[in-house]
């Protein structure tokens, strides 16, 4: 199983990134999918959600407005669109996997990335 983002940067404040998470290993379409970041000495930050066929998205408070998440199954491929960059943006981003009838305790995952680093400055 494999979980692998790509796509962050180092970007000035009001600027765009689209980052990507490619899955491996399993059954991408019979999963939810989020992304969550780590910012600097902060703990884990739920960011966005999009459930297996795609057709449900959620977004964090901070992000909503600026932030799309997208998913391609047959590409098993899922995507976050940020726009309107804030320094406060600044974190790993990881995506992490749910299977959709999971009996996981809710906000657990079942697979994760890496982490792709996003640097925004002011």
């Known amino acids: 199983v494999q979980l692998v983002e790509s796509g962050g940067a180092l970007v000035q404040a009001g600027g765009s990134l689209r980052l990507s998470c490619a899955a491996s290993g399993f059954t991408f379409s019979n999963h939810a999918m989020s992304w969550v970041r780590q910012a600097p000495g902060k703990g884990l930050e739920w960011v966005s959600f999009i459930n297996s066929g795609g057709g449900s998205t959620r977004y964090a408070d901070s992000v909503k407005g600026r932030f799309t998440i997208s998913r391609d199954n047959t590409k098993n491929t899922v995507y976050l669109q940020m726009n309107s960059l804030k320094p406060e943006d600044t974190a790993v981003y990881y995506c992490?996997?749910?299977?959709?009838?999971?009996?996981?305790?809710?906000?657990?995952?079942?697979?994760w990335g890496q982490g792709t680093q996003v640097t925004v400055s002011s």
């Open positions: 992490a996997a749910r299977h959709r009838a999971t009996n996981l305790p809710a906000n657990e995952y079942d697979y």
